[in-house]
């Protein structure tokens, strides 16, 4: 069971804020800009208010604002004061901060409104490369310090998913251009991170290609069954947790006996499980791209 995290120490503060832990304390002793809380050991640790109150701060220091006029300010200034600034400068600046509050706070209303007015400014496209990619590298950190829940991971993917899905939608209304390869995406068996393959999936749509989309756990007997149905596929997978570092070279090197098996098909690899595969692995026809943007870069 998901215990929802609402309490944080000050390392959780500095992971989500960018603020040194050291610079935080600073603050915190010399304005007494933030009100920790205490254990029974005598142990400091923050509540969502505190942690909403600090990125509000890290926004006013960031365009100007001395610590010492910030610390004079009513608490319920700080946050009219950052709406009426990032009204008049470009939201985009400073929208990550937004997206982390709606992930805490489990704030879907604040993930709209930030991503509806990033719409304003910027495509769809615009958003994913510019804030939702960097936003996901830094939930992975998150997750992995413990700074966050899988609870709070689930909530925001969910939010970029439909993001994905219903934009993905509105281009597919228009016919293929480019129907000379057949691009089928998938995740192996045991793979649940869908999320940059979603987006793959959509590059490919706007830029006129065909694709095929089957999405998670897919066993490789399936993909075998897609290739009597079209020609010259190329088949992008993810490889995130699965299969391992371990597994992976004996995954591909089975591709490449039963599905990448000729000269037509092709296979695209991204994921951190990518860098364990070597140079006897792979062959022309086998690619592991380390980014979205190297890939989506060419097409």
């Given at each position: 069971?998901?215990t929802?995290?609402?309490?944080f120490?000050?390392?959780?503060?500095?992971?989500?804020s960018?603020?040194?832990?050291?610079?935080?304390?600073?603050?915190?002793?010399?304005?007494?800009?933030?009100?920790?809380?205490?254990?029974?050991?005598?142990?400091?640790?923050?509540?969502?208010e505190?942690?909403?109150k600090?990125?509000?701060?890290?926004?006013?220091?960031?365009?100007?604002?001395k610590?010492?006029?910030?610390?004079?300010m009513?608490?319920?200034?700080?946050p009219?004061?950052?709406?009426?600034?990032?009204?008049?400068?470009?939201?985009?600046?400073h929208?990550?901060?937004?997206?982390?509050?709606?992930?805490?706070n489990?704030?879907?209303?604040?993930?709209?409104?930030?991503y509806?007015?990033?719409?304003?400014?910027k495509?769809?496209?615009?958003?994913f490369?510019?804030?939702?990619?960097?936003?996901?590298?830094?939930?992975?950190?998150?997750?992995?310090t413990?700074?966050i829940?899988?609870?709070?991971?689930?909530f925001?993917?969910?939010?970029?998913?439909?993001?994905?899905?219903?934009?993905t939608?509105?281009?597919q209304?228009?016919?293929?251009?480019?129907?000379?390869r057949t691009?089928?995406?998938?995740?192996?068996?045991?793979?649940?991170h869908?999320?940059?393959?979603?987006?793959?999936?959509?590059?490919?749509?706007?830029?006129?290609y065909?694709?095929?989309?089957?999405?998670?756990?897919?066993?490789m007997?399936?993909?075998?069954?897609?290739?009597?149905?079209?020609?010259?596929?190329?088949?992008?997978?993810?490889?995130?947790?699965a299969?391992?570092?371990?597994?992976?070279?004996n995954?591909?090197?089975?591709?490449?006996?039963?599905?990448?098996?000729?000269t037509?098909?092709?296979l695209?690899?991204?994921?951190?499980?990518?860098?364990?595969l070597?140079?006897?692995?792979?062959n022309?026809?086998?690619?592991?791209?380390?980014?979205?943007?190297?890939?989506?870069?060419?097409?």
């Amino acid at each position: 069971m998901n215990t929802i995290k609402n309490v944080f120490n000050i390392k959780d503060l500095e992971n989500l804020s960018g603020i040194k832990a050291h610079t935080i304390r600073i603050w915190e002793k010399r304005y007494n800009i933030l009100e920790p809380m205490r254990t029974d050991t005598n142990i400091r640790f923050y509540d969502i208010e505190n942690l909403q109150k600090l990125l509000n701060i890290t926004t006013l220091h960031n365009f100007g604002y001395k610590i010492s006029a910030i610390s004079k300010m009513p608490p319920e200034k700080l946050p009219v004061l950052v709406k009426e600034i990032l009204s008049k400068n470009n939201l985009a600046d400073h929208v990550l901060n937004n997206f982390k509050l709606s992930m805490m706070n489990f704030d879907q209303a604040l993930f709209l409104n930030t991503y509806n007015s990033l719409l304003q400014e910027k495509s769809f496209r615009e958003i994913f490369h510019e804030f939702f990619i960097p936003l996901l590298s830094e939930i992975g950190y998150l997750w992995q310090t413990n700074t966050i829940t899988p609870a709070h991971e689930h909530f925001i993917s969910f939010l970029i998913k439909q993001k994905l899905a219903s934009n993905t939608e509105k281009i597919q209304i228009t016919p293929p251009t480019k129907t000379d390869r057949t691009y089928v995406l998938y995740l192996p068996q045991n793979e649940i991170h869908e999320l940059g393959l979603m987006f793959l999936n959509y590059e490919l749509v706007l830029n006129g290609y065909k694709t095929i989309y089957l999405g998670e756990s897919v066993p490789m007997e399936n993909l075998r069954d897609v290739k009597t149905y079209f020609n010259k596929i190329t088949f992008i997978t993810y490889s995130t947790i699965a299969p391992d570092n371990n597994e992976i070279i004996n995954y591909v090197n089975n591709l490449k006996q039963q599905v990448v098996n000729d000269t037509d098909t092709r296979l695209y690899i991204f994921g951190r499980n990518g860098k364990f595969l070597d140079q006897d692995t792979l062959n022309d026809n086998i690619k592991v791209f380390n980014s979205i943007a190297q890939f989506t870069d060419r097409i």
